[in-house]
């Protein structure tokens, strides 16, 4: 009796935090910003196929679902995905309650809620919740055919592993340590040479065939980028950082609960107890490794996600050996952990929150800055004449300008990310590869270029480039977000040509103050700033966007024109240099004492105006 008491009261706890749960998800995901891979997927979702360069069809699909029933919003791409995540914690706790009683199924099923990965599941429109789902789908058909095979759980089997395939690349991590797990089992090995798994395999095995045949159609493009192009594949320590990131991210006491229900799970005499601790533990520790050659430029957290997913179930027997402080502390720092990562995604939704950490490296620039860009791109359009294109300079600004527009036919010049994420194949197949000027048929474009996509030392490259594509550029209009931290410019070609010597926006940089530095009611700035083709005119320093002193413009620094070398050999072409240093002397009078942003406003001799990106520092009091 006390059992069932104790299992009825963990299913309202499992309940009432579920529900609590999905309200604080929902409530984030009609907030939060579109991250550019949402909109890439919401673009895929527009060129409806079976199969892209990136992922396999169903994200795309799902996308395309959600906003054809409830339009074109934010809320509406991640509802499905938010539907799938909310039934991962239920399928983690009926399987978890099937085989080791009803209250270690729904506690399981909390840790399920309260694991910060598996937790904010749905809140992005992202191939991890379908994934994850597909992997206890999986799960629970393994578990059921090391007991007896019957026709269920073969088509369990058929549709985790279908819908896995048609998520992403990364399951194939899942299929081959299942596989493992189940070949190292004598159950396992009688349930694989049963006909119905075999059938369930070949299902499961033909839902890759859309991305196959795309692969084989498009010389292994995809293939190439998720197994070849994106990875170093070469030593390096990077991967210590696993353990501590997974650690952090999963929370200390239940990170180390987990690793020792793989341990003890490895060594338990039941089948279906190793089957789980030996799937959990082989993806993690498989990760782990490969995390040593992988790619680190790109997020990898969450891919152990479905080892640990695996372990779960396993969780309620070793907790239940814990002292009841620990238990408890365990279940805080999840949920605390779990809170904190939506608190960061409503931080992200705040701009004024956004721009207070435009000075820090975890500036959220993914996020940031797709509203107010499409907003001035509207306001741009207006003043230019009917039947102007809009063309991106690179796949993100397309899709999340495509979403916020409700065009998903935004031409993208060629740019080096959209072959870093995988992303060229697939906007050549849909004849949104813009050659530049070759092919706008002398009409008026807008180029819309996202500035700080490209690393500041390539900057200057980068704007050559754009030149040799569109010819000079015209005098742009620049858009800070967040001090700058997020950067765009907008040129208009009114579709009659430009020739000449390339013509670019300014550069700039303030060699002093310093960004952070403190600095009295009166004190020095100095830098260089130059804009080739044409030169600068004059330079005023502002602070919080207002003028504070006209600088002193035309120092030599030759040394700046040394710097700035081209890929053709050649060098910053600034008629001015090496005259391109400046000076000022800002004296505060009525600023308070803290945290100010310090910029420039560059005059260009063709007319433009831009405001450069801001840097913060520290104003003392009188």
Not at 63 to 89: K, W, Y
Not at 431 to 436: E, F, P, V
Not at 499 to 504: F, H, K, N
Not at 553 to 567: F, I, M, N, S, T
């Amino acid at each position: 009796m006390r059992d069932k008491d104790e299992a009825s009261a963990m299913r309202k706890v499992f309940w009432a935090l579920w529900t609590l749960v999905l309200l604080l998800k929902l409530a984030v995901a009609a907030k939060l910003p579109l991250f550019v891979d949402e909109a890439f997927y919401w673009q895929e979702g527009r060129h409806p196929a079976a199969a892209y360069s990136d992922l396999p069809g169903l994200t795309a699909w799902l996308a395309r679902l959600g906003v054809e029933l409830g339009g074109n919003h934010t809320l509406a791409l991640r509802a499905p995905f938010l539907l799938i995540a909310a039934l991962v914690p239920w399928l983690l706790a009926r399987i978890a309650a099937r085989e080791f009683g009803e209250r270690s199924g729904w506690l399981a099923g909390c840790y399920g809620l309260l694991l910060p990965l598996s937790g904010t599941l749905g809140v992005l429109a992202l191939p991890d919740a379908m994934m994850a789902l597909a992997t206890l789908l999986c799960l629970d058909a393994g578990a059921r055919l090391l007991r007896e095979v019957d026709a269920r759980s073969a088509v369990e089997l058929a549709a985790g592993l279908a819908l896995g395939a048609l998520s992403h690349y990364r399951f194939i991590a899942v299929i081959g340590v299942g596989f493992v797990a189940l070949m190292l089992l004598p159950e396992g090995r009688r349930a694989l040479r049963d006909v119905r798994v075999i059938i369930a395999v070949a299902i499961g095995a033909s839902a890759w065939a859309p991305l196959v045949a795309w692969n084989m159609d498009n010389a292994d493009a995809g293939l190439r980028f998720q197994l070849v192009e994106r990875h170093p594949w070469s030593f390096h320590v990077d991967g210590l950082w696993f353990v501590a990131i997974q650690a952090l991210l999963v929370t200390p006491l239940l990170f180390a609960a987990l690793a020792l229900a793989g341990w003890r799970g490895a060594r338990d005499p039941s089948p279906v107890t190793r089957y789980l601790a030996l799937l959990g533990s082989l993806v993690v520790l498989g990760f782990f490794v490969l995390g040593f050659f992988a790619d680190t430029e790109r997020v990898s957290f969450h891919w152990p996600l479905p080892g640990f997913l695996a372990l779960l179930p396993l969780l309620p027997m070793v907790l239940a050996r814990w002292p009841g402080w620990a238990r408890g502390l365990t279940a805080g720092l999840a949920g605390a952990t779990l809170l904190a990562m939506l608190g960061y995604y409503v931080a992200v939704s705040m701009p004024e929150l956004r721009a207070r950490s435009a000075g820090e490296k975890w500036y959220p620039s993914n996020f940031a800055g797709w509203d107010e860009l499409a907003r001035k791109v509207r306001a741009r359009q207006q003043t230019m004449p009917a039947g102007t294109r809009i063309v991106a300079d690179n796949f993100k600004v397309g899709a999340e300008l495509g979403f916020a527009l409700d065009d998903p036919r935004i031409a993208v010049l060629d740019h080096p990310i959209n072959h870093k994420h995988g992303r060229a194949p697939q906007l050549r197949l849909w004849g949104l590869h813009s050659a530049g000027r070759a092919d706008w048929d002398g009409k008026p474009v807008l180029l819309v270029v996202g500035v700080t996509e490209v690393e500041y030392k390539n900057l200057l490259q980068r704007y050559h480039d754009l030149c040799a594509m569109v010819g000079p550029l015209p005098p742009p209009q620049t858009i800070n977000i967040d001090h700058g931290r997020q950067r765009f410019a907008l040129f208009a070609f009114d579709g009659k040509p430009r020739e000449g010597a390339c013509t670019t926006p300014a550069m700039a940089w303030v060699d002093t103050p310093a960004a952070g530095s403190k600095v009295g009611r009166e004190f020095q700035v100095g830098g260089w700033a130059f804009k080739d083709g044409v030169g600068l005119q004059r330079v005023e320093v502002m602070l919080d966007g207002r003028v504070v002193a006209q600088a002193e413009y035309g120092g030599e620094l030759p040394g700046v024109r040394e710097y700035w070398k081209l890929a053709d050999g050649g060098r910053s072409s600034d008629p001015q240099h090496p005259k391109v240093g400046f000076t000022a002397k800002v004296a505060l009078d009525a600023e308070p004492a803290g945290r100010h942003w310090l910029g420039l406003r560059l005059h260009g001799r063709d007319g433009s105006v831009e405001d450069w990106a801001e840097q913060p520092i520290e104003v003392g009091r009188r």
